[in-house]
């Protein structure tokens, strides 16, 4: 089955970047639609950005103009840029399939946006 391994995480400074990998142990050539998702401490994980197949993406609003999402077929990597971090940007950040995703998750990377 396909192994996703997420990296790039980090401490950063308000106002930093950042950007994550996610790396896919077979082909993602093939999955419709891959997503990058966050889940922070007593919180329900949530989809943040997502990129089709045809190169569509999708942003939450609270990332929106601040995030980038991008993959690299060649490479079975998957990409998010992050900019102007903000403290609620803190979470731990996992990939996956958007619609059926991969079973298990990776151990997904570490955020910290703080002074």
């Known amino acids: 089955q396909v192994q996703l391994v997420e990296s790039g995480g980090g401490l950063v400074q308000p106002g930093g970047s950042l950007r994550l990998s996610c790396a896919a142990s077979g082909s993602i050539i093939y999955i419709y639609a891959m997503g990058w998702y966050r889940q922070a401490p007593g919180k329900q994980r949530e989809l943040v950005a997502s990129i089709t197949s045809g190169g569509s993406t999708n942003y939450a609003d609270s990332v929106k103009g601040r995030f980038t999402i991008s993959r690299d077929n060649a490479k079975n990597t998957v990409y998010l840029q992050m900019n102007s971090l903000k403290p609620e940007d803190t979470a731990v950040y996992y990939c996956?399939?958007?619609?059926?995703?991969?079973?298990?998750w990776g151990q997904g990377t570490q955020v910290t946006v703080a002074s």
């Open positions: 996956n399939s958007v619609r059926g995703s991969f079973d298990p």
